[in-house]
Each structure stands twice: as structure tokens, then as C-alpha cells.
């Protein structure tokens, strides 16, 4: 089996480090290597790769963010390595609860890495192969995954720091939990999940998961 794996990364120097990285580590892979996100858009039409390393250097924390969630809409079944220089350890709990699978410094051994990352692929192989297998060719044309899309539609209705809350929410956190981990205050967070509630027409959190797809939904 090949594993897609896509760097995403504006420095040429270290592109060709990853690059070096997974083909002296992994064996039969298919890399791609680009500069921005957009880039990679080009490359994956009805598609995702199984892991997306995305790189970061002397950017704030509130960029990757934004990064990090762009990718994480448009590569649903993907996972996501943060590469970067955030050494508090406030932000890397924001990038772990942004949706990055892990997060690795310049610091972090190479053999470390790679079991990372060998964790992450296992998990992840089944669900992007599973999402290929569901995307068909009609008239030239590449059709859509019904479900993701319904899904990116119901993520469209939030912002970016209520669909981060309604991620924590399905993954089982409480309230004060996440106003913790996000350094909000928890009436902050209870009033953003009220917000949630009314924009997705639900009334309880079993009825947000299945809504916001954190568990499977029947057709």
C-alpha cells in the first residue's frame, strides 16, 4: 500500500529535510511537497493525502490557527502534523485542541518523530482510503462524498472558535474544561455553546455530535 503523505512548507531548505526524513524512514509512500496550502488544493481535487505536514516558522500562534483549520475543513479525513517553533506550551495545547494530531519542534529527535508519525498513519489509513473509495468519476468530473460536504456545510454556520468548542464538546470535555484549556472564562464558553445550540438547531450535546459528525449519522 501507498501511503500519500503532502508537506506543506515555505522554505525549500526544509522541505527537502522532510522530504529526506520520509524517504529514508517510510517505504513506499507518495510525497508531495508544496509551499502553502492553497498549493496543495491543486494537487488534491476529490482526494486527501494520509498525513499533511504543515510547517510553520516565526508566524504567530493565531495564524497557525487559522492554517490549521482551513486545512483541517478541507482535508477532513487527513491527519495533521504541526511543524514549528512554539515552545509555550499554552499554544501547543491550542494546536492539539485546533485538530493537529501532533505537534513536533525543531528539537524532537528523528526517531522520535517517526513513531509519531507511524502512530498517526495507523489510525489514519483506513479512514482516507475508506473516503477514496467513496469519491466516483461521472462525465469528467469528480463527485463529492455526500456526508463531508454536509459536514463542511454545518461547520460553515460557526466561527472558527465555536467549531473548536463543538469539537471539544463531542469529544466529551465539560464546560469549564474547555474554558480552561482554551483560557476562556467558563460563562464565555457556556454562552458560545448556547450559541452553537441555536445556530445548529440542536438541544442537547448527543444531538450536536451527530449534527456536527463526531460520531456516524445514517443516510
Known amino acids: 500500500m501507498i501511503l500519500e503523505i503532502a508537506i506543506v512548507e515555505k522554505s525549500p531548505v526544509t522541505r527537502l529535510g522532510f522530504e529526506q526524513f520520509f524517504k529514508e524512514r517510510f517505504g513506499n509512500i507518495s510525497l508531495k511537497s508544496v509551499q502553502t496550502v492553497a498549493d496543495l488544493d491543486l494537487l488534491y481535487v476529490g482526494s ?9 516558522a516565526r508566524v504567530s500562534i493565531t495564524e497557525c490557527l487559522k492554517v490549521l483549520n482551513v ?22 495545547v491550542k494546536i ?4 493537529a494530531a501532533a505537534y513536533v519542534s525543531k528539537q524532537t529527535d528523528p526517531a522520535e518523530m517517526e513513531q509519531r508519525v507511524k502512530n498517526i498513519l495507523a489510525e489514519s489509513i483506513n479512514l482516507v482510503d475508506s473516503l477514496k473509495q467513496s469519491f466516483t468519476t461521472q462525465s469528467g468530473e469528480q463527485v463529492s462524498v455526500r456526508k463531508d460536504k454536509k459536514r463542511l456545510r454545518i461547520k460553515a454556520l460557526l466561527s472558527w472558535r465555536e467549531n473548536q468548542i463543538a469539537e471539544l464538546l463531542c469529544q466529551g470535555l465539560g464546560t469549564c474544561d474547555i474554558a480552561k484549556l482554551l483560557n476562556l472564562k467558563c460563562s464565555t464558553v457556556s ?24 460520531f456516524p449519522t445514517e443516510n
Open 71 to 92: 486545512c483541517k475543513q478541507s482535508y477532513i479525513a487527513s491527519s495533521i502534523v504541526l511543524f514549528g517553533d512554539f515552545y509555550n506550551s499554552q499554544s501547543v
Open 96 to 99: 492539539l485542541a485546533g485538530g
Open 191 to 214: 454562552s458560545m455553546k448556547r450559541k452553537i445550540f441555536t445556530k445548529l438547531q440542536v438541544t442537547n450535546l448527543i444531538e450536536l455530535c451527530f449534527r456536527f459528525g463526531s
Open 48 to 56: 486527501a493525502p494520509h498525513l499533511i505536514v504543515l510547517g510553520f
